[in-house]
């Protein structure tokens, strides 16, 4: 016999686990649907992309930390050994207690959890084919897509996690790599290429445009590509690899320039295919009852509604920033106008973070941006090297940028490089979401020394009269 509910999700992540608790606290009755075939909630974030990266962010900073600075700063610690297989079992422990946490939550807000795929066979129905075999039919007066996205693949490469390896295989391989090439010059790709610089691996990043993180503010990424360099990591810009051959011992990429030209074969025995995501709706019965898609994939919305009544979407499946916290707040808002309350996201105070080492944090405007617009700004700008914080902890590398209208003085956008620069964009997340000035920032006492007085110094600079360089 089918289950009804008020709601049933079909997707586990960020987008559609908070939808889920959001409508249990609301009173609604929920049910969230996954397929993952490790029977875990919490979608790509939780299980391999967010939170295991991290995980391994962290303990190769510190790995590279205790082989290069810690003498320098009087702590001795004698002969430095890796243990993979133990940095590869914390960060599947950390894994295993998020996903837990969140069939935790679900218990405590009156969520149904149901591990299976799916389907919806008609408006108001879902068919969950179950991972242990045999399906389940559930009714809904309101359905709710949050399947998120998937890895983007590379004509003419093959994906075997195993030697070329997605998001998902470079978390887990087993040895340190002698030569990683990575494909894409993103945030994916940078962070976990990272990672394995760290650790021992020569890394060459290929991008097919002539910068790095497309989407950053364009003085970002130079200065941040500089920085990279600095620590090791070689770049190919505006190059595509169009092959690559698998041999016993090691392979063979081509790559060639993104216009055309000669091909040069690069070898390397591990190679990262970090190119973009994109939206997972296929398999979903869509098609079926007639939600309407473009031609990438993308479920088209208004106001996440589609345009089949009672079928919602939200996250990485629909336009917008692909990131755990913007589904997060997607699905938050979606039910919240299922229940009959204003919701609400505010996709231009959406920030983006990048964990690599230095960090780099954006929220609003780039200045590319505001050019192209023809909107009259001003810019502060204040280096991380005249901090008395960063000093102190030898972390000077990167910069505080904020832009502000020039007539307004309404802070348009802020962009930063450095050390713990993705917790510092919060402030300025909460202080434009209020619409201030720079000028705010700039008279709001900050505690001394911290490295958020950069961000006051660089928003005392749109008026010129940044104190501390």
Avoid at 16 to 27: C, D, H, M, V
Avoid at 38 to 63: D, M, Q, R, W
Avoid at 353 to 366: F, I, L, Q, S
Wanted: glycine share 12%; aromatic share 6%; proline share 4%.
């Amino acid at each position: 016999m089918p289950t009804s509910f008020d709601i049933v999700v079909i997707g586990g992540g960020p987008g559609g686990y908070n939808a889920a608790i959001r409508a249990g606290q609301l009173g609604l009755s929920v049910a969230c649907v996954e397929m993952r075939e490790t029977n875990k909630f919490g979608g790509t974030c939780l299980n391999v992309g967010c939170i295991p990266s991290k995980a391994l962010l962290h303990a190769s900073e510190l790995y590279e930390q205790a082989g290069k600075d810690f003498d320098r700063l009087g702590i001795k610690i004698g002969s430095l050994k890796l243990d993979l297989a133990q940095m590869l079992k914390q960060k599947d422990e950390t894994v295993d207690g998020l996903t837990t946490g969140i069939e935790y939550l679900f218990k405590k807000n009156n969520v149904t959890g149901v591990l299976g795929r799916g389907e919806v066979t008609e408006p108001g129905k879902v068919t969950v084919h179950k991972n242990d075999g045999g399906s389940e039919q559930l009714i809904a007066k309101n359905i709710i897509i949050a399947t998120g996205s998937e890895v983007m693949p590379l004509p003419g490469v093959d994906i075997d996690e195993d030697k070329v390896v997605s998001s998902t295989g470079a978390l887990s391989i087993p040895s340190v790599p002698k030569h990683m090439v990575v494909v894409g010059g993103g945030i994916i790709g940078l962070e976990l290429g990272s990672v394995w610089r760290r650790l021992g691996a020569k890394v060459t990043v290929v991008e097919f445009l002539d910068r790095i993180i497309p989407g950053m503010d364009g003085e970002v990424a130079k200065q941040f590509m500089r920085i990279l360099k600095k620590q090791g990591v070689e770049f190919k810009l505006s190059h595509k690899v169009t092959g690559v051959e698998k041999l016993k011992t090691k392979m063979k990429v081509s790559v060639e320039p993104a216009k055309g030209g000669d091909v040069e074969i690069v070898e390397c025995d591990s190679v990262l295919v970090s190119i973009g995501r994109r939206p997972f709706t296929q398999g979903l019965g869509l098609e079926t009852v007639g939600v309407q898609m473009d031609n990438r994939g993308f479920i088209l919305t208004d106001h996440f509604k589609t345009n089949v009544e009672g079928i919602w979407a939200v996250g990485d499946c629909i336009h917008g920033p692909m990131l755990a916290h913007k589904a997060e707040d997607d699905g938050v808002a979606c039910v919240e106008l299922i229940a009959g309350k204003p919701g609400h996201v505010n996709y231009d105070l959406v920030p983006s973070v990048m964990y690599t080492y230095p960090e780099v944090a954006a929220v609003g405007k780039t200045e590319d941006e505001l050019k192209q617009a023809g909107i009259a700004y001003k810019a502060g700008r204040f280096p991380f090297m005249a901090n008395s914080r960063a000093k102190t902890n030898h972390e000077t590398d990167g910069f505080v940028k904020v832009l502000a209208d020039a007539k307004t003085d309404r802070v348009l956008g802020v962009h930063m490089v450095g050390s713990g620069v993705g917790e510092m964009i919060a402030e300025v997340c909460i202080a434009m979401e209020f619409g201030a000035a720079s000028e705010d920032i700039a008279r709001t006492c900050h505690a001394h020394p911290t490295r958020s007085e950069a961000v006051r110094q660089a928003a005392m600079g749109v008026e010129g009269w940044t104190m501390q360089a």
